[in-house]
Nanobody, 129 residues
Framework: QVQLVESGGGLVQAGGSLRLSCAAS????????MGWFRQAPGKEREFVVA????????YYADSVKGRFTISRDTAKNTVYLQMNSLKPEDTAVYYC??????????????????????WGQGTQVTVSS
C-alpha cells in the first residue's frame, strides 16, 4: 500500500520559513518523480514544484521561484520543500504527489495533476501578515 505523508506545516509570519517533508512508503521511491501542489481556500489546486526521479531536474512555479527549494533523500524515501520568504499568498494546504512517468521530464508534464499516481493528504501552511 502506497502512502505519502506530509508534515512540517504550521503558522508562520510573513518573511519566515518552513520546511515541509513528504515521507513515501510502499513504492520504489527512486523510480518516482515527486511534486508539490497547493490549494488555497476557494481556489483550484496548483502546481508548486517538481523534482525528477533522479533528482537531476527541478521545476518551479514562477510564484515560488527563488524562494522555495525542493530536494529528495532517497535513503530516507523523503522529499522536502524548503520555503523561505513566505508571503500571505502562500497560505494553502500543501500536497505531495508521486509520478512514475520516467519517460517524461518537463515542467509542462509535471504541472498536470493527472500525471501523478499517488497523493498525500496534505499539510496546512498559514502565513500571517
Amino acid at each position: 500500500q502506497v502512502q505519502l505523508v506530509e508534515s512540517g506545516g504550521g503558522l508562520v509570519q510573513a518573511g519566515g520559513s518552513l520546511r515541509l517533508s513528504c515521507a513515501a512508503s510502499g513504492l520504489t521511491f527512486s523510480s518516482y518523480a515527486m511534486g508539490w501542489f497547493r490549494q488555497a481556500p476557494g481556489k483550484e489546486r496548483e502546481f508548486v514544484v517538481a523534482i525528477s526521479w533522479s533528482g537531476g531536474s527541478t521545476y518551479y512555479a514562477d510564484s515560488v521561484k527563488g524562494r522555495f527549494t525542493i530536494s529528495r533523500d532517497t535513503a530516507k524515501n523523503t522529499v522536502y520543500l524548503q520555503m523561505n520568504s513566505l508571503k500571505p499568498e502562500d497560505t494553502a494546504v500543501y500536497y505531495c504527489a508521486a509520478d512514475q512517468g520516467r519517460a517524461y521530464d518537463s515542467k509542462a508534464y509535471y504541472k498536470m495533476m493527472r500525471n501523478y499516481d499517488y497523493w498525500g493528504q496534505g499539510t496546512q501552511v498559514t502565513v500571517s501578515s
